[in-house]
């Protein structure tokens, strides 16, 4: 695994006493310091594509709206990781959020270390889609010393439905939605083991169900399904 710089980068988020943002190039490297330098690249090709890969990474998904008993819609991950009274230092009151948005928050809890884990893994699935753009040798080099291999046979699926995913669905939208999500082995842990892209419909479908939830969910309508003729 390559040697990181981790210098502290400069950022004037609330957040940064808890957890400051680490430069991610490796040790000694020239330049500025960066937090994503693995994302160098598709900032360039297609900013909309790493800007979602960094948001899904280190932010929650909370509800689409922000309001007291909705609580925040976007937040830090490892911000989740504080306790009820930490939170409400920073201003978020977790006693008058709903239970379930209160599990979902901290379902999405995850440390910073995870969240890096995360955004290197999603970046290394997306230059293996079908009509990705071409990796630099920079980047190749980087993701490789994480131990993640490129071979031209592997192609990125859907993690739920195992379809293969196509580079143009980030920018096929629907009503809206971009057609491919990030999403969740078990959707409780956001780790790089754990992470992917899925389908829009694919995880709408899995809902906060694990995989092998689902699949036996699936399995158990099907036979009935088969059955009840
Ligand atoms: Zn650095
Ligand atoms: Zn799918």
Redesign the pocket.
Known sequence: MLKL?L?RIASSSKYDSIQPRL?Q?ATG?PGR??EFPFLRDLFKTNPSVANKIRRDSVMTTGAAWKSADAGPNRILRWVMLLSDSQLLKFGINMQQLKPQVIAKLRDKASTYDDCMGVARKLTWLTYQMDNAPNISPETKAYLESFGMQFSTSQTTKCLVCRDRLSFESFSRAQRGKAEIETGHSNPRLHNSDNVGFIHRECNIAQGAKTLDEFYGWIKTILKRVETDV
């Open positions: 710089c210098n430069c190039c490297h310091h960066d």
